[in-house]
């Protein structure tokens, strides 16, 4: 005993020692009454200071695993537990219909992994080279010394006040009426969207989306069991007529459409068909939730105003904006901007669930975006976006025999293949050749789309989009003779 123990550098010596005592006691191989060696003796065969293990023992002896005693030593008080006492459960047999779709639905878990050496198109994360770490980190030092303490503990459930004003005014300055509205912080879009699916859909409700949309969309919408009604996309957005016959026949209750660089197909709607599908879904009376997570991510043409900015002082567009994108995804931040009382049931809902966003992450964010970084940032990012998007599209047209590319901005590209040709078929080929991207069809709510698939762009190198994009389109040749 106690010659086994293999000591890092990694942590403090007084805490492995610590541990390794621990262990011993919990798995019954120190007993209760049992002397420990002195200080001294432990210190010499251990070969570390005498402090060390001296704290290691106090350590010991405020969790109630050892006492001293006074002139006679350091002695085992716990009771070890007794691992004979095997009893296991059958947890699949537990899980609820919840949490076995959630298994099912889970894209991470199913598809094709990226493996070490391989070209990958498969995300539409932001390129984390662009970073600016040390003014974030400048941003941290700033706000930390500025209110640290408060910082560590309990906050809001609203949110932290300086950065709601921040993103009203944000907001303000995407031509949306703040009036009347509130904004709630949520843990990025996708929480946004659960907690807003949460407070006002039922079970059993008719919900209308773009077809194809964002996967992760349709599986929370499918854990909210809603009935999807997925409407074709054109390539200035989401098609009127099909809009227009869908809600007419259906008791259709809420809508959630991505009109600025759609995810998938990185499409934009155009401005007389954003104010026309307002108009159709005011005569109908179906609310509309609207993600806004790429709006920044434009690389020509004229601003775009939100559908929350063109419904004026109206209350019927909840927004749902996220920085996963423009910014940092590991941050988690997003918001919903809607209607005030609206906000205050949201607001209600995000407490039962985890009761607020981390403060910190929100005072540092607040800190980093009111010193003009986001300006900065997006100056830097869009030109190295821009770039890659530009040879995206060039390569697409040139490589890849296709029906359509699709895209106009953002970080990912969408491309139809002739109808006969898998997609699916074509990633098993490319992904030996060590290219991996997308399949269409997970962003399909009614199965089809087997012949697309989407290349995310925004972390390959522009030699990788090249010569991946090669091999994509040399396998969807050989596909084709
Ligand atoms: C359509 C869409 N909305 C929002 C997001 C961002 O989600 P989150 O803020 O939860 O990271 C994504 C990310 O891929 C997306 O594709």
């Given at each position: 005993m106690f010659t086994d123990i293999s000591l890092t550098n990694d942590r403090p010596l007084y805490l492995q020692i610590r541990d390794y005592i621990r262990q011993m006691i919990l798995r019954g191989l120190l007993s209760q009454g049992q002397k420990l060696p002195s200080t001294r003796e432990l210190s010499d065969t251990l070969e570390v200071s005498r402090n060390?293990?001296?704290?290691?023992?106090?350590?010991?002896?405020?969790?109630?695993?050892?006492?001293?005693?006074?002139?006679?030593?350091?002695?085992?008080?716990?009771?070890?537990?007794?691992?004979?006492?095997?009893?296991?459960?059958?947890?699949?047999?537990?899980?609820?219909?919840?949490?076995?779709?959630?298994?099912?639905?889970?894209?991470?878990?199913?598809?094709?992994?990226?493996?070490?050496?391989?070209?990958?198109?498969?995300?539409?994360?932001?390129?984390?080279?662009?970073?600016?770490?040390?003014?974030?980190?400048?941003?941290?030092?700033?706000?930390?010394?500025?209110?640290?303490?408060?910082?560590?503990?309990?906050?809001?459930?609203?949110?932290?006040?300086?950065?709601?004003?921040?993103?009203?005014?944000?907001?303000?300055?995407?031509?949306?009426s703040t009036q009347g509205k509130s904004i709630l912080i949520t843990n990025g879009f996708t929480e946004g969207f659960d907690i807003v699916l949460s407070a006002l859909v039922n079970p059993g409700n008719y919900i209308l989306c773009e077809n194809p949309t964002h996967n992760t969309a349709i599986k929370i919408m499918k854990l909210h069991h809603q009935k999807i009604i997925?409407?074709?996309?054109?390539?200035?957005?989401?098609?009127?007529?099909?809009?227009?016959?869908?809600?007419?026949?259906?008791?259709?209750?809420?809508?959630?459409?991505?009109?600025?660089?759609?995810?998938?197909?990185?499409?934009?709607?155009?401005?007389?068909?954003?104010?026309?599908?307002?108009?159709?879904?005011?005569?109908?009376k179906v609310p509309v939730i609207e993600d806004g997570f790429n709006e920044e991510l434009r690389y020509s043409g004229s601003h775009l105003s939100p559908l929350a900015a063109l419904c004026g002082s109206g209350n019927s567009v909840i927004y749902i904006g996220s920085l996963s994108k423009v910014l940092f995804p590991g941050l988690r931040i997003g918001w919903i901007l809607g209607d005030k009382e609206l906000i205050s049931k949201l607001e209600s809902v995000k407490r039962s669930r985890n009761i607020h966003t981390s403060f910190l992450d929100q005072a540092l964010l607040y800190e980093y975006l009111s010193r003009g970084n986001l300006e900065k940032y997006l100056k830097k990012a869009r030109k190295t976006y821009r770039e890659k998007?530009?040879?995206?599209?060039?390569?697409?047209?040139?490589?890849?025999?296709?029906?359509?590319?699709?895209?106009?901005?953002?970080?990912?590209?969408?491309?139809?293949?002739?109808?006969?040709?898998?997609?699916?078929?074509?990633?098993?080929?490319?992904?030996?050749?060590?290219?991996?991207?997308?399949?269409?069809?997970?962003?399909?709510?009614?199965?089809?789309?087997?012949?697309?698939?989407?290349?995310?762009f925004a972390r390959s190198t522009l030699n990788e989009i090249k010569k991946g994009f090669k091999i994509i389109g040399n396998v969807v040749k050989e596909m084709e003779e």
């Amino acid at each position: 005993m106690f010659t086994d123990i293999s000591l890092t550098n990694d942590r403090p010596l007084y805490l492995q020692i610590r541990d390794y005592i621990r262990q011993m006691i919990l798995r019954g191989l120190l007993s209760q009454g049992q002397k420990l060696p002195s200080t001294r003796e432990l210190s010499d065969t251990l070969e570390v200071s005498r402090n060390t293990i001296i704290l290691a023992y106090e350590y010991l002896e405020d969790e109630g695993f050892v006492k001293t005693i006074r002139g006679k030593g350091t002695f085992v008080s716990a009771v070890s537990i007794d691992y004979k006492n095997v009893w296991d459960m059958d947890w699949n047999s537990r899980l609820t219909p919840y949490a076995n779709m959630a298994n099912r639905l889970d894209i991470v878990k199913h598809e094709s992994k990226w493996q070490k050496g391989m070209i990958s198109f498969k995300s539409i994360a932001p390129d984390d080279k662009l970073f600016d770490v040390e003014d974030f980190k400048r941003a941290f030092q700033n706000r930390f010394s500025l209110e640290g303490e408060k910082l560590l503990n309990y906050g809001y459930a609203q949110g932290y006040k300086p950065l709601i004003d921040y993103l009203l005014h944000y907001m303000e300055n995407k031509g949306v009426s703040t009036q009347g509205k509130s904004i709630l912080i949520t843990n990025g879009f996708t929480e946004g969207f659960d907690i807003v699916l949460s407070a006002l859909v039922n079970p059993g409700n008719y919900i209308l989306c773009e077809n194809p949309t964002h996967n992760t969309a349709i599986k929370i919408m499918k854990l909210h069991h809603q009935k999807i009604i997925g409407i074709d996309m054109e390539e200035d957005g989401i098609n009127l007529a099909k809009l227009e016959k869908a809600l007419a026949n259906n008791p259709v209750s809420m809508a959630f459409l991505i009109p600025s660089y759609h995810n998938p197909t990185g499409v934009i709607m155009s401005p007389q068909k954003r104010i026309q599908v307002l108009d159709i879904f005011a005569r109908y009376k179906v609310p509309v939730i609207e993600d806004g997570f790429n709006e920044e991510l434009r690389y020509s043409g004229s601003h775009l105003s939100p559908l929350a900015a063109l419904c004026g002082s109206g209350n019927s567009v909840i927004y749902i904006g996220s920085l996963s994108k423009v910014l940092f995804p590991g941050l988690r931040i997003g918001w919903i901007l809607g209607d005030k009382e609206l906000i205050s049931k949201l607001e209600s809902v995000k407490r039962s669930r985890n009761i607020h966003t981390s403060f910190l992450d929100q005072a540092l964010l607040y800190e980093y975006l009111s010193r003009g970084n986001l300006e900065k940032y997006l100056k830097k990012a869009r030109k190295t976006y821009r770039e890659k998007y530009d040879l995206a599209i060039e390569c697409a047209r040139e490589y890849i025999p296709h029906k359509t590319v699709l895209g106009e901005g953002g970080l990912h590209i969408f491309i139809e293949l002739a109808d006969h040709v898998d997609a699916r078929q074509v990633l098993t080929r490319s992904i030996r050749r060590n290219v991996i991207f997308m399949p269409g069809d997970i962003f399909y709510t009614d199965g089809k789309g087997s012949n697309t698939l989407r290349l995310g762009f925004a972390r390959s190198t522009l030699n990788e989009i090249k010569k991946g994009f090669k091999i994509i389109g040399n396998v969807v040749k050989e596909m084709e003779e």
